[in-house]
């Protein structure tokens, strides 16, 4: 088992940045890469990066390339979401999601939300215009 707690949701102005921590605890050594993903009102999960655990490789989506960035630190099983230049459409609850090292597939990044095997509870991130 997996646990994956969010935190680091607020309210900030369009242009500003926030941080998103994702901390992990349980069988972290079986875990293979993390996801980022969101949900906005009314609006279909959509993924945003991905990570390896090792950290050493970080994957994202159109949207966010060049705005937010993935990284994870080590020594505390805590992955991040660091996210500059933010719009009034990336307001939405931001998910943390694990996959295991034993699920099937042969890709090293992963985008569909039925890739992953842990969720966290989400964390609000309303961005103002």
């Known amino acids: 088992q997996v646990q994956l707690v969010e935190s680091g949701g607020g309210l900030v102005q369009a242009g500003g940045s926030l941080r998103l921590s994702c901390a992990a605890s349980?069988?972290?050594?079986?875990?293979?890469?993390a996801g980022w993903f969101r949900q906005g009102p009314g609006k279909e999960r959509e993924f945003v990066a991905f990570?390896?655990?090792?950290?050493?490789?970080?994957y994202y989506a159109d949207s966010v390339k060049g705005r937010f960035a993935t990284s994870r630190d080590n020594s505390k099983n805590t992955m991040y979401l660091q996210m500059n230049s933010l719009k009034p459409e990336d307001t939405a609850v931001y998910y943390c999601?694990?996959?295991?090292?034993?699920?099937?597939?042969?890709?090293?990044?992963?985008?569909?939300?039925?890739?992953?095997?842990?969720w966290g509870q989400g964390t609000q991130v309303t961005v103002s215009s």
């Open positions: 999601a694990a996959r295991l090292v034993t699920s099937s597939g042969g890709a090293w990044y992963y985008t569909g939300g039925n890739s992953y095997d842990y």
């Open positions: 349980g069988r972290t050594v079986s875990i293979y890469g």
């Open positions: 990570i390896t655990w090792s950290g050493l490789r970080t």
